[in-house]
C-alpha cells in the first residue's frame, strides 16, 4: 500500500538510450512533479502536471518529456540519455486546493548512465 | 529569481547539543516545508509552516518561520544519533491550488556520541 512508487528503482543504461521511468500514487492526490537530484544533492523540480495538465516546466532539455495518462500516473521518458542525465529522479504528489500541499515523494530512481 | 539559502551545508555535533540551522530566501513566500532525507532514501515531511511566526515542534526538532525576515529556523535540542540525516527546507511558490516548491541546498547533520 505505498503511497507514491517508482519503477524502476535502479536504472543502468548507455549513452544514447531512450529510457522511461514511472510514477503512480495512491493518494487520490491531483497534482504531482518530477525533481532530480544531483550528485550534491541539490533538488530541482523538473515538471508539474495537475490532473493530467502540465503546470510546471521547468528549463529542462527537450528531451525529457512527461506524460500524464491519468491523474494517478506521472511518467517520465528521456531520449538520447547524455552522462549528464545521471541522477536520482523522484516523483512526488500533493493535494490540489488545500492549505498544507505537502508533498509526498517516491523512493527514487538511480538513474546512471554509461 | 527565487534563492533558497540554507546554512550551515555541513554540522556535525555532539550528543546532547543543541543547534539551529537556517534558511533565508530571497521573495515573499507564506509557505514553508521542512523535509528530511536519510542515505539513499527518500524525502520525509517534517514540518508545514504556513504563516508569519507559526512554530512546530516534534521531538527534539522545532520549526519557526519568520516571513517578514524570509526567514525560517530549525532547531535541534538534545541531539541523538537518529537525527543524522540531510535536512532541506522549501519555499513554495506555488498559487493556492498548486505548489511550487524551491529546494535549499540540504544541511547535512551528523550526530557524534
Known amino acids: 500500500d505505498t503511497a507514491v512508487s517508482q519503477t524502476p528503482k535502479y536504472l543502468v543504461t548507455q549513452m544514447g538510450n531512450d529510457k522511461s521511468i514511472k510514477c503512480e500514487q495512491n493518494?487520490?492526490?491531483?497534482?504531482m512533479y518530477w525533481y532530480k537530484q544531483d550528485s550534491k544533492k541539490f533538488l530541482k523540480i523538473m515538471f508539474s502536471?495537475?490532473?493530467?495538465?502540465?503546470?510546471i516546466n521547468e528549463t529542462v532539455p527537450n528531451r525529457f518529456s512527461p506524460k500524464s495518462p491519468d491523474k494517478a500516473h506521472l511518467n517520465l521518458h528521456i531520449n538520447s540519455l547524455e552522462l549528464g542525465d545521471s541522477a536520482v529522479y523522484f516523483c512526488a504528489s500533493s493535494p490540489y486546493g488545500t492549505s498544507e500541499k505537502t508533498q509526498y515523494f517516491g523512493p527514487g530512481t538511480r538513474l546512471l548512465v554509461l | 529569481e527565487l534563492k533558497v539559502e540554507q546554512n550551515p551545508l555541513f554540522l556535525s555535533m555532539q550528543e546532547g547539543k543543541n543547534y539551529t540551522i537556517y534558511c533565508n530566501y530571497s521573495t515573499t513566500s507564506d509557505r514553508l516545508y521542512w523535509y528530511r532525507q536519510d542515505p539513499g532514501k527518500s524525502l520525509e515531511s517534517l514540518f508545514v509552516l504556513l504563516s508569519n511566526g507559526a512554530v512546530k515542534q516534534e521531538g527534539r526538532l522545532m520549526a519557526s518561520l519568520d516571513t517578514k525576515a524570509r526567514l525560517s529556523t530549525l532547531h535541534i535540542t538534545a541531539a541523538v544519533h537518529d537525527l543524522s540525516a540531510t535536512y532541506f527546507c522549501a519555499v513554495d511558490m506555488g498559487t493556492w491550488g498548486n505548489n511550487d516548491m524551491r529546494f535549499g541546498a540540504g544541511t547535512r547533520l551528523t550526530v557524534k556520541p
Open positions: 502536471y495537475n490532473n493530467k495538465e502540465l503546470i
Open positions: 493518494l487520490g492526490h491531483d497534482t
